[in-house]
């Protein structure tokens, strides 16, 4: 895992710089340091981790504003079609909000910002691209664009249903008795049961 000196170090080069490939560099990092927690194969259990990503309080300060701004900016070009580089940002993003969201008591404060519309716009516009596509070499870049899309779906997961009810349903697993009680309690209380309750 990278240490947080490193992912210190890259964020100031790129407050300094401006240059968007230190930001790539912060994300890659970071996405790369809790890649445990991404597990998009919707057809297994969820795999218990015991670590947990980091609490958005423990972020740069301005990094949610900063990346927003990255997503919105894909959202635009898509319509003139997105380059490498930019299919490799927009998955990337997906991937720390996902990242993110595996630490519950973030999940509220994402869930209130844009992101997910933008996800949204994004996995659409691909899909429509998929299915208007025909020609082989005209689908060169559909493993990425899959991709996007099934990392797309797992964020939705991670703020619809973050204790993945919906895996151990089709698994048929069962769903812990205690689990249960805390939904039920919540309901009661008339608060939303899919909202985890912010810890620390």
């Known amino acids: 895992m990278a240490s947080r000196e490193r992912l210190f170090e890259l964020w100031m080069l790129y407050c300094t710089k401006k240059d968007p490939d230190y930001l790539k560099l912060w994300l890659d990092t970071f996405v790369s340091s809790y890649e445990q927690f991404l597990d998009v194969d919707f057809e297994k259990l969820p795999t218990r ?3 947990m990503p980091p609490g958005i309080s423990l972020l740069p300060d301005n990094i949610l504003q900063v990346l927003r701004i990255q997503l919105l ?3 635009q070009k898509m319509a003139d079609g997105l380059e490498e580089q930019q299919q490799a940002l927009s998955i990337l993003l997906v991937k720390f909000f996902i990242i993110l969201c595996r630490n519950l008591s973030n999940v509220e404060e994402i869930g209130t910002c ?3 519309n933008y996800v949204i716009t994004m996995t659409t516009l691909y899909i429509q691209q998929l299915k208007s596509k025909k020609k082989e070499k005209e689908m060169a870049d559909q493993t990425c664009i899959e991709e996007f899309v099934i990392h797309a ?3 939705c997961e991670s703020l619809y ?3 993945r009810n919906w895996r151990h ?3 048929g697993s069962q769903i812990p008795e205690g689990f ?3 939904i039920s309690v919540r309901v009661s209380s008339g608060k939303n049961p899919a909202t985890p309750t912010p810890e620390g």
């Open 169 to 171: 349903r089709i698994s």
């Open 153 to 155: 779906l797992a964020f």
């Open 114 to 116: 844009s992101y997910i």
């Open 49 to 51: 981790v015991d670590d």
């Open 73 to 75: 900016q894909c959202v």
């Open 161 to 163: 249903d973050p204790y």
């Open 180 to 182: 249960l009680r805390h």
